[in-house]
């Protein structure tokens, strides 16, 4: 046991690491230099068209939307469900539930006071 900590058991030959790199290198296939392809004005501009295409085409879709569902206030055939009133009845509508409220108001105010008031003359302190 003592034998084999002192040496080594695998060994290397002489110069095999010296010549290594240059024997992995010898093996190798040649590979063909690539020559740089020349970089055109069009292919640097290329991605901005598309982006301008895309917001161009996005403009036009939406504006064909807006022209078929009607924005441009023309009446559509669904306005002539809805009921519109004249501002005068609005306000009218108005003031009669504001009246009707105040009325409620005072009535209530008249009944509480006349309950505390016979209460209070009922049970004199």
Do not use: C, H
């Given at each position: 046991?003592?034998k084999?900590?002192?040496?080594?058991?695998?060994?290397v030959?002489?110069?095999?690491?010296?010549?290594?790199?240059?024997r992995i290198?010898?093996?190798?296939?040649e590979?063909?230099?690539?020559?740089?392809?020349?970089?055109?004005?069009?292919?640097?501009?290329?991605?901005?068209?598309?982006?301008?295409?895309?917001?161009?085409?996005?403009?036009?879709?939406?504006?064909?939307?807006?022209d078929?569902t009607g924005?441009?206030n023309?009446p559509?055939?669904?306005?002539?469900?809805?009921?519109?009133?004249?501002?005068?009845?609005?306000?009218?509508?108005?003031?009669?539930?504001?009246?009707?409220?105040?009325?409620?108001?005072d009535y209530l105010e008249?009944?509480?006071a006349?309950?505390?008031l016979?209460?209070?003359?009922?049970?004199p302190?």
């Amino acid at each position: 046991m003592e034998k084999s900590t002192d040496k080594l058991p695998f060994t290397v030959p002489k110069g095999y690491m010296e010549s290594l790199t240059s024997r992995i290198m010898d093996s190798l296939p040649e590979k063909p230099r690539q020559t740089e392809t020349p970089v055109r004005p069009i292919d640097r501009i290329r991605p901005w068209l598309y982006l301008a295409a895309v917001f161009t085409g996005l403009l036009l879709f939406f504006r064909v939307i807006a022209d078929m569902t009607g924005t441009d206030n023309t009446p559509s055939p669904t306005d002539s469900l809805l009921v519109s009133l004249p501002e005068a009845q609005d306000t009218a509508l108005y003031e009669d539930a504001y009246s009707e409220e105040e009325e409620y108001l005072d009535y209530l105010e008249t009944e509480y006071a006349t309950y505390i008031l016979t209460e209070e003359w009922q049970f004199p302190e």
